[in-house]
């Protein structure tokens, strides 16, 4: 089974801090809710985010929402061996259902999102199929290892260990039962902090440049997916 870990995510509701600034204001009108109820978006919040610590991690749903649509409804996620969480900035984890179909459109997403952090859980009555849980990061890796000592955990970093296609493909196990937990910065600047790296049993560079978060998403999606022979099985072989 794969784990793909979204760290980090550039993702949360508008912070008190500049919930007055006029842009913040009229958004939130436009979309009949209240500042803290609409997704921060270094799109439309720019000038009010510069009075934010860290504003270059933040403000980003779109790296969330091209990786989530990158990962889901893939040939692995239809066979069952793909789960994906998200790592919040506030260290909240989501769980998200191999289930779920994500909308397609952009601003769709974006509601989605605001649903989400608001009250916890999408949709807001039956099986939830996005929810924010009570586990911490730790707590996490720590089920997702389900005690099983061949669990692998891999962090994508930019300064980890160079590694090219072949090598990646002969690290991954061919067996599926063996859980994969791959962790992916899902934010536009900056480092993974130290104490998240050493949660990870390896740290891998795939490029020589830094990468998209979703670009990493396909490459070690599509690897595992043939390292497990999904794609053999499904694939027409003429
Ligand atoms: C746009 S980067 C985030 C920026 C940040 N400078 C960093 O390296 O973490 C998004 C994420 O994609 C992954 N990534 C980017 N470039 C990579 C590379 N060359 N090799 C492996 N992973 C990479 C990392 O997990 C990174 O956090």
């Keep these: 089974m794969l784990h793909v870990i979204l760290l980090d995510c550039a993702l949360e509701l508008v912070p008190s801090e500049i919930s007055s600034f006029k842009e913040v204001q009229m958004q939130a009108g436009r979309k009949g809710k209240k500042p803290n109820e609409i997704l921060l978006d270094q799109t439309h919040h720019g000038r009010a985010m510069t ?7 933040r403000g980003r749903p779109d790296i969330v929402f091209h990786s989530l649509v990158t990962l889901l409804e893939t040939p692995l996620c239809k066979e069952g061996l793909l789960r994906v969480y998200m790592h919040l900035q506030n ?44 586990m911490s990061l730790p707590g996490l890796l720590s089920k997702l290892k389900d005690g099983q ?7 994508a970093t930019e300064g980890g260990e160079k590694t090219g ?11 599926s039962a063996v859980p994969v937990i791959v962790g992916i910065g899902a934010f536009p600047h900056g480092d993974i902090s130290d104490e998240m790296k050493q949660m990870f049993d390896c740290q891998l560079e795939l490029d020589r440049e830094v990468m998209m978060a979703w670009h990493v ?3 070690v ?17 003429t």
Excluded at 101 to 124: A, C, I, K, S, W
């Design 217 to 219: 998403c396909a490459e």
């Design 165 to 175: 296609i072949q090598g990646l493909r002969d690290l991954l196990p061919n067996d």
């Design 149 to 155: 000592s061949n669990a692998m955990t891999i962090l």
């Design 51 to 57: 009075k934010l610590d860290h504003a270059d991690r």
């Design 221 to 237: 999606l599509w690897i595992y997916s043939e390292r497990i022979e999904v794609i053999r099985r499904r694939y027409s072989s």
């Design 91 to 134: 260290g909240r984890v989501v769980e998200v259902s191999p289930e779920v179909r994500l909308p397609r459109n952009y601003d769709r997403f974006v509601g989605l999102m605001e649903q989400l952090l608001t009250t916890g859980h999408v949709p807001v009555e039956g099986q939830p199929l996005v929810q924010v849980s009570k």
